[in-house]
């Protein structure tokens, strides 16, 4: 069974930092590209970053470029997000999400396997 637990939201002032841990198990990690997604309040789900299987290139969304950064562990079938400089419009629960695609992808339909997310919220 597969299963992707995320962990470390909370509720952070604007400027301040967090850091997402996503602890995969159930299938083999090196093998999977890993995503990041969020839903702000009322929106939808959006794109985050993702880093590519074996823990290659990363990519990040404009919106978080220079202040999130994706990383992972494959000692520990864990991927982190470190969100640096939060902002108000940060504010969403945070998902994390596996994919078999050999490219990392910013299109949800391309991940097989979600965790049920963590909150976030940022206060101004």
């Known amino acids: 069974q597969v299963q992707l637990v995320e962990s470390g939201g909370g509720l952070v002032q604007a400027g301040g930092s967090l850091r997402l841990s996503c602890v995969v198990s159930?299938?083999?990690?090196?093998?999977?590209?890993m995503g990041w997604f969020r839903q702000p309040p009322g929106k939808e789900r959006e794109f985050v970053a993702h880093?590519?299987?074996?823990?290659?290139?990363?990519y990040h969304a404009d919106s978080v470029k220079g202040r999130f950064t994706i990383s992972g562990d494959n000692a520990k079938n864990t991927v982190y997000l470190q969100m640096d400089s939060l902002k108000p419009e940060d504010t969403a629960v945070y998902y994390c999400?596996?994919?078999?695609?050999?490219?990392?992808?910013?299109?949800?339909?391309?991940?097989?396997?979600w965790g049920q997310g963590t909150q976030v919220t940022v206060s101004s």
């Open positions: 999400a596996a994919s078999s695609r050999y490219l990392a992808s910013t299109i949800q339909l391309n991940y097989e396997f």
């Open positions: 159930g299938l083999t990690f090196s093998t999977y590209s």
């Open positions: 880093i590519s299987r074996s823990l290659g290139t990363t």
